[in-house]
């Protein structure tokens, strides 16, 4: 098992939701009881789970690993309602067991000790970055976050990145929250302002993470990519997820090749 796989192999296993919050309109924080869960995964590991005991909707959820600890044997995720799974899974209660498959995936790579990163995050793409920095945090690397949303209701968990000592960057598509734009126009105007020499990672909608790594493809530094997929096995075996590898290379499938990926490695525009 190579350092970006899951500590451990993935598993099912009933787990307890011993806290939920609402942190923006039509977006959930939940923390999962799950010692095995909090051991086993790494930043940028994902889980599937099964919103409904019925057979509607058939297929399981991915959700990134939005923070984990293993002291208390917790894990959060975070997630918007944006379809049928999404809405029965935002009502679950307190107490409530969900039927949870993974740790699934690979995850971020580390920069060299104490090298400097760049988080950049569109919309609900800020989900798998607290855990990755707090990652950072231990590595000692200096990290930066750009993160972009419509409006000032849609940016969350920035308490949790300020804790951690993150530099926060905004960028709002109203202009209610730091530059008025998009998350690439705070890119494109924060280039002089950040260690050229940084690794970047990226998460967010496809278009977004194409644009971000397009712009980020003509500046020096590794450059790593989550990538947001229709997803339905997790394990490779549906061929849902399949993204075209860069060069003569066929497809990489999202949910068992990735979802990290080298920005060389894969064909975004």
């Given amino acids: 098992m190579d350092s970006r796989s899951p500590r451990e192999a993935p598993r099912m296993e009933l787990c307890q939701v011993i806290e939920r919050r609402k942190v923006a309109d039509s977006t959930f924080r939940y923390t999962l009881a799950s010692p095995f869960l909090a051991r086993a995964v790494r930043p940028g590991n994902f889980i599937n789970i099964r919103v409904s005991p019925s057979l509607m909707p058939l297929w399981r959820r991915p959700f990134s690993v939005h923070d984990a600890d293993p002291s208390r044997g917790q894990v959060d995720i975070l997630f918007q309602v944006v379809g049928e799974g999404t809405r029965i899974l935002s009502c679950a209660s307190v107490g409530a067991e969900l039927d949870v498959f993974g740790p699934l995936g690979n995850s971020f790579p580390l920069p060299p000790p104490g090298s400097p990163a760049v988080l950049v995050a569109g919309g609900l793409g800020i989900a798998p970055f607290l855990f990755l920095s707090r990652a950072l945090k231990a590595n000692g690397s200096p990290t930066h976050l750009l993160y972009g949303a419509r409006s000032r209701s849609r940016l ?13 960057r905004l960028a709002t598509e109203d202009g209610s929250a730091g530059v008025r734009g998009t998350v690439v126009d705070l890119l494109q105007e924060t280039e ?11 998460c967010g909608p496809l278009a977004a993470v194409s ?3 397009r712009e980020l493809s003509r500046r020096q530094g590794k ?11 997790g394990f490779g075996a549906c061929m849902g997820c399949a993204v075209k590898a860069r060069g003569d290379r066929g497809y990489h499938l999202v949910c068992k090749d990735g979802p990290v990926f080298e920005l060389s490695e894969v064909e975004l525009w």
Wanted: glycine content about 8%.
């Fill in 192 to 202: 002089t302002d950040l260690p050229p020499e940084a690794w970047h990672y990226v």
């Fill in 211 to 213: 644009a971000i790594g």
């Fill in 223 to 233: 450059v790593w990519v989550s990538l947001e997929t229709t997803m339905a096995c």
């Fill in 156 to 168: 969350v968990e920035l308490d949790g990145f300020q804790a951690l000592g993150v530099e926060i």
